[in-house]
């Protein structure tokens, strides 16, 4: 991920919905992603300005978190970039009507900012890319567990294996 130095309510946006959906993608393979947490999180860390760096050490110091648990970074990361996008509308710098993602909404729903059609206005509902279902979405599949079997399932229905799209080509 590129790192924003000094980057825009929205640059931030993008890029903490991107980091989620790399962690969502990580977990939809059946990773382990807690494991990876002393490598992945000063990855994710290193995306965003110092001082948001240095606030998520103050508050992981100050309630004896661990600096590598994804969960706690990711609501921190939320509740930081809200911050700035009210901070930004308050100050008339952005318009309160921007077609910005709320950070919340990336959980597991894929958000084209700016769309307008009459699709995007719906809930999105559960949808399992394994087993080719509603109801559950693919990171929460028990049936599909095993990580080998999900990467052939991905590669046979051609869908992109990190967004879970089909696509025109694969890419691991």
């Known amino acids: 991920m590129t790192p924003n130095r000094f980057a825009s309510a929205e640059a931030l946006n993008t890029t903490y919905i991107e980091c989620n959906r790399r962690i969502q993608a990580l977990r939809s393979l059946g990773e382990d ?43 921190f990361l939320e509740e930081e970039i809200d911050g700035v996008l009210t901070e930004q509308k308050i100050r008339g710098e952005i318009s309160p009507a921007s077609n910005f993602t709320p950070t919340s909404a990336t959980l597991h729903v894929h958000y084209k900012a700016g769309s307008t059609s009459r699709k995007s206005r719906r809930s999105v509902e559960p949808f399992c890319v394994f087993r080719e279902c ?23 229905a051609n869908r992109c294996f990190l967004s879970l799209t089909r696509s025109s080509q694969s890419r691991l």
């Not at 947490?37 to 050490?57: E, T, Y």
């Not at 979405?137 to 049936?143: F, G, L, N, R, S």
């Open 33 to 75: 992603v807690k494991a990876y947490g002393r490598v992945l999180l000063p990855k994710i860390l290193h995306a965003f300005p110092d001082d948001i760096c240095r606030r998520w050490i103050i508050q992981v110091k100050r309630e004896g978190h661990s600096e590598g648990d994804d969960v706690k970074l990711m609501e």
């Open 134 to 156: 509603n109801g559950h979405w693919a990171q929460d599949c028990k049936t599909v567990t095993d990580g080998k079997e999900r990467v052939e399932k991905l590669k046979s």
